[in-house]
């Protein structure tokens, strides 16, 4: 996998979610929007390596994880998404909007949501793409 894959990867599985919520597959549709931004970090992780140099072992180690707050340091964007939250309220929303987002809601149903999950994965999906937050939009500036 290289920085060009993780980025397609980003955009293709934005599109699969968002066509999972249009075809009322909330379960679905919510696991791949976060799928996306953590492709979107991992694309920006391999931009920072540099063809022919041995991998730094911290770094690799820190980025094969799932989890969204550890990859955005890995990817050395912590920084920045603070500075920018500052600036954005959006942004911060749609940050705290992701931060929630697990790998492990790949096993997980949204029984008991009255919405059946629906409102749940179209506010996730929001917060990855919306204008003025977005955290793909954000992701996109770096990778």
Not at 59 to 68: F, G, P
Not at 76 to 82: C, E, I, R, V, Y
Not at 115 to 135: H, N, P, R, Y
């Amino acid at each position: 996998m290289n920085r060009i894959d993780f980025q397609r990867l980003a955009e293709l599985r934005l599109r699969e979610s968002k066509a999972l919520l249009a075809a009322e597959l909330p379960d679905g549709a919510y696991y791949l929007a976060g799928y996306a931004i953590e492709c979107a970090l991992k694309a920006c992780i391999a931009k920072r390596t540099q063809q022919h140099d041995f991998p730094d072992k911290k770094l690799a180690d820190k980025s094969y994880t799932h989890d969204v707050e550890k990859l955005l340091d890995a990817a050395g964007l912590s920084d920045l998404l603070k500075n920018e939250i500052a600036k954005n309220e959006e942004l911060e929303l749609d940050w705290e909007t992701v931060r929630e987002w697990s790998e492990q809601s790949r096993y997980d149903f949204f029984d008991g949501d009255p919405t059946g999950g629906l409102v749940s994965a179209q506010m996730l999906i929001d917060a990855v793409e919306s204008e003025k937050g977005g955290v793909l939009r954000w992701i996109r500036h770096s990778w």
